[in-house]
């Protein structure tokens, strides 16, 4: 629960330069720990507090020599559940994962797995700040986090009415 309680102080220093940050969203996959729309995008942020070393073998995250692929298909299901928010709000955009590390050092990291990105804590700030494309607004970051929070809302059950 501490490593959950890190990244929102480091997204909260962020605020200055445009970015916003949704916390705990619910998704079909697992709660998501972090949303954060900027001025150049909207990524979805999975926290791992985990011991050791994540690395690459054979094309596949590992976590101290074991498998921790898990982490990546995660990440890349709830970053893609985002978009659909995005795009069902007229806001069609690829949203990046990060997979971002508080604890275990990441060998050779960044480590890059298709729209998956794994990195330590305290390279989360240039992550954010890097990512080429187009520009969004500030009105633009607002809606998009309008977009996720209303996907967040639990879906009404329709009532059976009796005769």
Do not use: C, W
């Not at 480091?10 to 697992?30: M, N, Q, S």
């Not at 069902?88 to 960044?110: D, N």
């Amino acid at each position: 629960m501490a490593a959950e309680l890190t990244v929102p102080r480091v997204l909260e220093a962020l605020a200055p330069e445009g970015f916003r940050a949704a916390h705990d969203v619910r998704t079909a996959y697992g709660t998501l720990d972090h949303v954060v729309a900027g001025p150049n995008g909207v990524f979805a942020i999975e926290t791992k507090n985990v011991r050791g070393v994540l690395s690459v073998r054979d094309g596949h995250l590992t976590l101290n020599g074991n498998s921790a692929a898990a982490f990546v298909t995660q990440a890349a299901k709830e970053a893609s559940e985002i978009g659909r928010r995005l795009h069902r709000a007229g806001m069609g955009r690829l949203v990046p994962a990060l997979v971002v590390s508080t604890t275990a050092r990441v060998r050779r990291g960044p480590l890059r797995f298709g729209n998956v990105q794994v990195i330590e804590l305290p390279d989360l700030p240039a992550a954010l700040r890097k990512r080429k494309g187009p520009r969004l607004s500030d009105r633009e970051v607002g809606r998009a986090l309008a977009a996720v929070v209303r996907g967040n809302e639990p879906l009404a059950v329709p009532q059976v009415l009796e005769d």
